[in-house]
């Protein structure tokens, strides 16, 4: 089974401009998210960009990259640009890899686009992992999604869910003991045929209040499937401390 990793990358960051050309062990974070998604057993690599410098960094380094619109609001809809400017066929999977993900698993891309092509009546595939600690549990940064028996997705919030009400009746923030509290991973599974319905979904007060684009799929009437995975991945880079951790992994890497 084939599929294409695109990995959307946006020079703009507030914490830290230019994110996508920091040095991450001598390359771009870019270029190292795009070394892991290559071996997910990807058919295609594609680094989706606004900025040319960006584009030039990934092409210097053997990866295809595609300069993309600036005004796109999600990553989702980049990818259906990539998809337009490549003009695949609708039944190609898509797999959206973060680029600030430098250590992201690679098993973890292949686990996503499998699903997906495993459930034809799933729109979209992610993954998700148990919370084991009360901290990342209320951490509104950290997204939690609850799911069926299924395991298609219910939910996603920032908030903490599935809420334990006895056990949390105290005030005291705690984890409940067999609470199946998921912590989502921000990595998406796309048919090329949803993506080009995307950007037409209408927002809903959901995704408004909750700003979580995966949102929009469940309120129009689209099923997620979930992944679940025992192995709690590392975090990408958001802040400065986090760029510092990812930096001196790869250090110990040599």
Same mark, same amino acid.
């Given at each position: 089974?084939? !599929?294409? %990793?695109?990995?959307?990358?946006?020079a703009?960051?507030?914490?830290?401009?230019?994110?996508?050309? =920091?040095?991450?062990?001598?390359?771009?974070?870019?270029?190292?998210? %795009?070394? $892991?998604?290559? =071996?997910?057993?990807?058919?295609?690599v594609?680094?989706? @960009?606004?900025?040319?410098?960006?584009?030039?960094?990934?092409?210097?380094?053997? !990866?295809?990259?595609?300069?993309?619109r600036?005004?796109?609001? @999600?990553? +989702?809809?980049?990818?259906?640009?990539?998809? %337009?400017?490549?003009?695949?066929?609708?039944?190609?999977?898509?797999?959206?890899v973060?680029?600030?993900?430098?250590?992201?698993?690679?098993?973890?891309?292949?686990?996503?686009?499998?699903?997906?092509?495993?459930?034809?009546?799933?729109?979209?595939?992610?993954?998700?992992?148990?919370?084991?600690a009360?901290?990342?549990?209320?951490?509104?940064?950290?997204?939690?999604?609850?799911c +069926?028996?299924? $395991?298609?997705?219910?939910?996603?919030s920032?908030?903490?869910?599935?809420?334990?009400?006895?056990?949390?009746?105290?005030?005291?923030?705690?984890?409940?003991?067999? *609470?199946?509290?998921?912590?989502?991973?921000?990595?998406?599974?796309?048919?090329?045929? !949803? =993506?080009?319905?995307?950007?037409?979904?209408?927002?809903?007060?959901?995704?408004?209040?909750?700003?979580?684009?995966?949102?929009?799929? *469940?309120?129009?009437?689209?099923?997620?499937?979930?992944?679940? +995975?025992? +192995?709690?991945?590392?975090?990408?880079?958001?802040?400065?401390?986090?760029?510092?951790?990812?930096?001196?992994?790869?250090?110990?890497? =040599?």
């Amino acid at each position: 089974m084939s !599929f294409i %990793a695109v990995i959307p990358a946006r020079a703009a960051s507030t914490r830290l401009p230019d994110k996508p050309l =920091l040095d991450i062990g001598g390359k771009p974070m870019v270029v190292r998210t %795009a070394q $892991q998604a290559a =071996l997910s057993g990807a058919s295609r690599v594609v680094v989706a @960009t606004d900025d040319a410098r960006i584009q030039a960094a990934a092409q210097q380094h053997g !990866f295809e990259a595609l300069l993309t619109r600036p005004d796109h609001p @999600t990553g +989702t809809d980049r990818l259906a640009e990539v998809a %337009a400017q490549l003009q695949l066929a609708p039944d190609v999977i898509m797999v959206n890899v973060q680029g600030d993900e430098p250590l992201i698993d690679p098993e973890l891309i292949n686990h996503v686009a499998q699903l997906l092509a495993g459930q034809p009546d799933a729109a979209i595939a992610t993954c998700a992992t148990p919370i084991i600690a009360a901290s990342a549990l209320f951490n509104p940064n950290i997204v939690k999604v609850v799911c +069926t028996q299924q $395991q298609r997705a219910l939910y996603f919030s920032r908030a903490p869910i599935p809420w334990a009400r006895d056990a949390l009746a105290d005030g005291v923030q705690k984890l409940a003991p067999g *609470l199946p509290a998921l912590h989502h991973i921000g990595l998406y599974a796309y048919r090329v045929a !949803f =993506l080009q319905r995307f950007s037409s979904l209408e927002v809903g007060p959901l995704e408004s209040f909750e700003s979580l684009e995966q949102l929009r799929a *469940l309120e129009n009437g689209y099923s997620i499937a979930v992944h679940i +995975t025992d +192995t709690h991945p590392a975090a990408g880079v958001d802040t400065a401390d986090d760029l510092a951790r990812v930096r001196e992994s790869f250090v110990n890497r =040599l």
